[in-house]
């Protein structure tokens, strides 16, 4: 059997991970988790009753008292031992991947060899959870700053990126001394349940990982609103981050890290490498099918530039091969329901009504799946809904600028403040905008913004709070000042 029939073979047996028990639960409801590419059913998803949540947050307790006395070191084997064993298993994660979220086999490789990554680099970080010594005012007196893990963490994860997103949570959580109990998105429960699949078989105690699926806002109502949660970490929208937020805060005024989206401007400027800037910038926009939330989304591109950089651009979007992810000719998959074909839909819709242009695509594709063609729309407004709000998909709006001052203006004006990028070559234009890009990730000459050792996370209504690097570690700790009398 090859890795596809295996990873077909694994959608009928979904289940959920509770005290190192695989279960189907005790509950009545179930889902189908569906190949966008074709609309057909991959298997059937069990949802968590109360019974299973509760159960759950109990084996997450119990484990965080024995799991947060053992030594860093141990954590660090466990740690690399389950990012071997991904690795090991990369093929078939990969395969799982594609069949239920649509993108190429080779993304989705490079996405498992990036979660793997995140659980190596915290591996290794666990060994470095220094506190420090504070100098006394008396000799008769020793300070001393401790960390400690801040308790079970509830995680909920999206459907875009269903490896690296859930492996940046669990592997933080876990290497800080934490359990987890983790709710990933119900159209791509496969993945992560390999992850978790992994960490079990390296040897992690029962209920120091805990998976479970469901009714969102039920799941969630349930395990942030348990005393026993202490802490919460979602990447998702804007208006689920707020509310999840609220419910943290009248729930015991839990710890929160939101990773809320954003709609990221890319500036070039007339001194860049036109050509060579907008061939990075259609990869970067139609990577994953557009369904990435630090993609570059909106293009203000000087004006003696604009339609050179526009004329590649197309170019790209009309040499991308759309297809079944398992397809090896296949450069951009489907999008990962119906529900952002429509939305695609009103993005072209809208530009078109206010006298924009396309350029490229604008259109659905094929009659099975759910494709969009890669789109490029012209001559828009700032009011524009493709320049205003997260497209999410693959619609490139491209507009002109005049200079750096109005393009940092244009590029700040949303409420969005996750990633922001821009092409230069002058030395004192990479530094203006770098200072002056209102965003948690600014790329310049590039879009390398996400890496496990690195902070990953935005600003204003994109959310606060970081994933990765040692302010990820940190997300999951209390600080401890001990002042002693000697």
Known sequence: MDAVDTARSRFAELKMLIANEWTRGSGAKDEDVVDPATGASLGRLPHASTADLAAAVEAAQAAFRTWSAVPAIERRRTLMEAARLIRERIELIACTMTLEQGKPLGEARAEIGGAAEIFEWYAEEARRLYGRVVPARQPNVSQVVLVDPIGPVAAFTPWNFPALTPARKIAGALAAGCSCIIKPAEETPATAIELARACVDAGLPAGVLNVVFGVPAEVSDYLIGSPGIRKISFTGSIAVGKQLAALA??????????????????????????????????????????????????????????????????????????????????????????????????????????????????????????????????????????????????????????????????????????????????????????????????????????????????????????????????????????????
């Open 249 to 486: 805060a009248t729930s015991g005024l839990k710890r929160c890290t939101l990773e809320l989206g954003g709609h990221a401007p890319v500036l070039v400027f007339d001194d860049a490498d036109v050509d060579k800037a907008a061939e990075a910038c259609a990869a970067a926009r139609f990577r994953n099918a557009g369904q990435v939330c630090v993609a570059p989304s909106r293009f203000l591109v000087q004006r003696a530039s604009c339609d050179r950089f526009t004329a590649r651009f197309v170019e790209m979007a009309r040499a991308l091969r759309l297809g079944s992810g398992l397809q090896s000719d296949t450069t951009m998959g489907p999008l990962a329901n119906r529900r952002r074909l429509d939305a695609m839909e009103g993005f072209v819709e809208d530009a078109l009504e206010r006298g924009g242009r396309v350029a490229a695509g604008g259109k659905g594709a094929g009659s099975g799946g759910y494709f969009w063609q890669p789109t490029v729309l012209t001559h828009l407004d700032d009011g524009a809904r493709a320049m205003s709000e997260e497209t999410f998909g693959p619609i490139a709006p491209i507009v002109p600028f005049d200079s750096v001052e109005e393009a940092l203006e244009r590029a700040n004006r949303l409420p969005y403040g996750l990633s922001a990028y821009a092409f230069t070559r002058s030395a004192s234009t990479a530094h203006a905008v770098s200072r002056g890009l209102h965003a948690g990730m600014v790329g310049v000459n590039g879009f390398g913004v996400s890496l496990a050792e690195a902070p990953f996370g935005g600003v204003k209504e994109s959310g606060y709070g970081s994933e990765g690097g040692v302010e990820g570690l940190g997300a999951y700790l209390n600080t401890k000042f001990v002042a002693q009398v000697n």
